[in-house]
């Protein structure tokens, strides 16, 4: 069965605005863009794609997806992320795409092997229907979803959305398939979840440096403000 991966990446203007404890608005949209290049390029690096797609409304994202390898689904407008991967799975299926794997932007720890184990378990025989889901940490986004065919069951992304995902795929009668991988598992939204990334990140990526600059950044000018006291 050929997979295709979908990443969808909205414009990262007045982006992570719950990261604004700890990051500027320019820091926010840096990182949001540096996390998005390090999930593209490690689903780019994935053996066993047919294909990766991003789906935006920005330009800025298509130029970066384009500079990586990755195909483009054009939005006309920011709409959500539900809408935006509802017409990119639509496009697909109607280009062929027997499955895909939707992976959020902002999931800066996962690596090309994560993304392998997820695809060594889709089955081989093309008419098999099928879903796969991956939670996010607390167990209340989703984080990874892999469907064949790629429009088998309604999404809603948003507070709780794996709760809702795992209900559709009971309703479709299909087997509950979950695979809990703690790099795909954390998506970066609040400050804990940036905290953990960096005790948890290997620091090869560009996210990574660009966090850590950007903290020690935040720390010297309240340093300057506070008189070093």
Same mark, same amino acid.
């Given at each position: 069965?050929? /997979? ?17 404890? +700890?990051?500027?608005?320019?820091q926010?949209? +840096? *990182?949001?863009?540096t ?6 390029r490690?689903? !780019? ?5 047919a ?7 920005s ?5 970066? @997806?384009r ?8 939005e &006309?407008a #920011?709409?959500?992320?539900t ?8 496009e697909? =299926? ?5 499955a895909?794997?939707?992976l ?7 690596? =090309?092997?994560?993304? #392998?184990?997820? +695809? @060594?378990? /889709?089955p081989?025989?093309?008419? !098999?229907? *099928?879903?796969? %889901?991956?939670?996010? &940490?607390?167990?209340?986004? !989703?984080?990874?979803? %892999? %469907? @064949? ?5 309604k999404?809603r *992304?948003?507070?709780?959305s794996f =709760?809702f995902?795992?209900?559709?795929v ?11 991988? $703690? ?16 005790l +948890?990140d290997?620091?090869?990526? $560009?996210?990574?440096?660009a966090?850590?600059?950007m903290?020690?950044?935040q720390e ?5 403000? !506070?008189?070093?006291?």
């Amino acid at each position: 069965m050929k /997979v295709s991966a979908l990443v969808p990446v909205k414009g990262f203007r007045n982006a992570k605005q719950r990261l604004s404890p +700890l990051l500027a608005q320019g820091q926010r949209e +840096l *990182f949001a863009e540096t996390m998005a290049r390090d999930v593209l390029r490690q689903v !780019t690096l994935a053996r066993g794609l047919a294909g990766v797609f991003v789906v935006t409304a920005s330009e800025q994202v298509a130029e970066i @997806a384009r500079s990586l390898g990755a195909g483009v689904i054009r939005e &006309h407008a #920011e709409n959500g992320e539900t809408d935006a991967v509802d017409r990119a799975r639509a496009e697909l =299926s109607k280009a062929g795409c027997e499955a895909v794997l939707i992976l959020p932007g902002d999931i800066p720890l996962a690596r =090309s092997a994560d993304i #392998e184990q997820l +695809l @060594a378990g /889709v089955p081989e025989e093309r008419t !098999t229907p *099928f879903a796969l %889901l991956v939670p996010s &940490h607390d167990r209340l986004g !989703t984080n990874a979803l %892999l %469907l @064949a065919p790629p429009e088998i069951i309604k999404l809603r *992304f948003g507070y709780d959305s794996f =709760s809702f995902h795992t209900s559709q795929v009971v309703a479709q009668g299909l087997p509950l398939r979950i695979y809990e991988n $703690e790099r795909i598992a954390l998506d970066i939204d609040e400050p804990g979840d940036l905290k953990k990334f960096l005790l +948890l990140d290997d620091g090869r990526g $560009e996210s990574n440096r660009a966090a850590r600059a950007m903290l020690q950044q935040q720390e010297t000018v309240l340093t300057r403000r !506070t008189g070093g006291l």
